[in-house]
């Protein structure tokens, strides 16, 4: 995923930004791992802010990280027994902010 947008209004324009993708591999019918990431920034004056998350998850067993398009998706592969794993990250304001690591393993 790609975007970027620009609006001259209002002050001085408001310009920003969309990255994202996701990558999937697997070991045979035994293994299998998803992960994604998607970004978002935006500068509106001498304001910046950013916000981002990213999520994986891991299989074992017969399972689809193909078609994987969310943790929930992973969670719900029948015949497969998953792991998965979900961070966020925001910047406003000058201040960083990483939320806790959510985890959740095995369904």
């Given at each position: 995923?790609i ?34 990431v ?21 299989g ?31 910047y ?16």
């Amino acid at each position: 995923d790609i975007g970027a947008w620009y609006f001259s209004e209002p002050g001085n324009g408001n310009y920003g930004g969309l990255l994202g993708g996701s990558a999937y591999g697997e070991l045979g019918c035994l293994a299998s791992l998803k992960g994604a990431v998607t970004m978002i920034g935006n500068k509106s004056g001498s304001e910046y802010t950013f916000n981002g998350e990213a999520w994986g998850a891991a299989g074992v067993g017969y399972c689809s990280a193909s078609k994987w398009k969310s943790i929930r998706d992973a969670r719900k592969d029948s015949y497969c027994l998953t792991g998965d794993a979900s961070l966020t990250v925001d910047y406003t304001h000058g201040k960083l902010d990483v939320g806790d690591l959510d985890y959740h393993c095995c369904d």
